[in-house]
């Protein structure tokens, strides 16, 4: 091996094993793998690449770099370079597993953080550092499913990351067949975990397996999928397909419901279900479900008859097999208001109008607010002292649920009203 400020290239002689605390291979170096020459970087050592050329790092017929482990990394100053990079890797002396992928669009002078390495058939016993889950879809533990090796593929310090074509990974029939694993090696396709939103589920699983040259290759991957750790999994039992978010918010004498998945596989449809913290929950409504996507989508509830006091809400999600799935739990305090001294009349309304009675003539000025569900604004009067009837027109308000206030120096009323 030539190591020098005064050479351009580091050449690695045949049959060569290394132990790489530090390298740093100047700008514009050559790394130069020739006859099964060996780079094995252990003890959380980087390799560093400041050249940003596709040949930067070159294996010449045989050799390549061991990492097997996630902090044993190379280094490549990429930048804005469009090319088709190889990351030479490999798994002791005698198995080649590169990674290979093309870059475009990249903005800035950023940098790739490469590694990889082997787990046992229980992958969750050794995931990646900030990876919080490795369960599948009915919340079981999804090792079984999941290819036994990680990839990092960490684009930084870039201004706008860029996008990769033929993002290509190589595994071991091992890794697959090991006698716990229950993975048909022909459904094999790429996932990655969103660091971010810290779920795997907002990529759904992607790629073309290749069971003969043991490859399964992404045609194409924005930039705002390029997250750092990758894996291989099943696709009959992906990593999950979490919810990104969901609320349950009293909104006048309603409470309603809003949640957003991160991509959706097989999803058939969500069941609402209440609980008033005395009992089981039980159903109270159901929202169709997408089926399988991989951009997030939004839905919403309205419980029209909430419960006083405090209740409960959570979802259950069906998929077309039947298997189902439970969110968290949602906590709901609604205010105790009597609504038996304000009538809402016709309720539902088939056209713009609707009347609201107070069953005596008005003493004093009384404040009318009508909200829809998000808590905007669409009517605001004053009635006047002696009305018993006033009538409201929301001509210029889509159909709808609307929350109607009253409010005077005596008492305030809530109505739910539907157009």
């Known amino acids: 091996m030539i190591l020098s400020r005064f050479h351009s290239y580091l050449l690695l002689l045949t049959g060569l094993l290394l132990f790489i605390p530090v390298i740093n291979v100047l700008a514009q170096a050559r790394l130069i793998l020739n006859n099964g020459g060996i780079i094995n970087i252990t003890q959380g050592a980087i390799l560093v690449i400041d050249n940003p050329a596709a040949n930067a790092i070159t294996r010449n017929s045989s050799g390549h770099i061991i990492s097997e482990g996630e902090s044993n990394r190379i280094q490549w100053k990429i930048g804005t370079t469009a090319a088709s990079y190889t990351i030479p890797w490999g798994f002791s002396t005698t198995n080649y597993i590169p990674v290979s992928f093309t870059t475009a669009s990249a903005a800035g002078s950023g940098l790739f953080q490469f590694s990889t390495y082997r787990t046992p058939w229980n992958n969750s016993s050794q995931l990646p550092t900030g990876i919080a889950t490795f369960t599948n879809t009915s919340g079981a533990d999804n090792s079984a499913k999941v290819l036994d090796r990680f990839w990092q593929i960490n684009a930084q310090s870039y201004t706008t990351k860029p996008t990769l074509t033929n993002l290509l990974f190589t595994y071991i029939d091992v890794e ?10 022909s459904s094999l396709q790429a996932q990655r975990y969103n660091t971010t939103s810290n779920v795997w589920g907002d990529y759904a699983p992607s790629g073309t397996v290749n069971t003969t040259n043991n490859t399964v290759t992404v045609a194409s991957l924005t930039s705002a999928n390029l997250f750092a750790w990758w894996t291989l999994v099943d696709q009959a039992s992906p990593l999950p397909i979490d919810l990104l978010s969901f609320s349950a918010e009293p909104i006048g004498s309603i409470v309603k419901l809003d949640w957003t998945t991160a991509s959706e596989l097989n999803n058939n449809h969500f069941t609402i279900q209440r609980s008033s913290g005395e009992g089981d929950f039980a159903d109270i409504g159901e929202v169709k479900g997408t089926g399988s996507s991989s951009v997030s989508r939004q839905y919403s509830f309205s419980d029209l008859n909430a419960l006083s006091g405090r209740s409960y809400y959570r979802l259950k999600q069906t998929d077309f097999d039947g298997v189902t799935k439970f969110s968290d739990v949602r906590k709901v305090d609604m205010d105790e208001l009597s609504l038996t001294s304000l009538t809402v009349f016709p309720n539902p309304t088939t056209t713009n ?57 005596q008492a305030s009323f809530q109505q739910v009203v539907l157009k």
Do not use: Q, R
């Not at 697959?176 to 090696?185: D, K, M, P, R, Y």
């Not at 109008?353 to 008005?362: I, K, N, T, Y």
């Open 353 to 409: 109008e609707f009347s609201l009675d107070f069953h005596e003539a008005l003493k004093n000025p009384t404040s009318v607010t009508v909200y829809d569900l998000l808590g905007k604004l669409v009517f605001n009067d004053i009635v006047n002292p002696g009305i018993t009837i006033y009538t409201i027109n929301l001509v210029n308000s889509p159909a709808g649920v609307y929350v109607v206030k009253t409010l005077n120096t």
């Open 176 to 185: 697959h067949s090991v006698a716990s694993n229950t993975i048909t090696e």
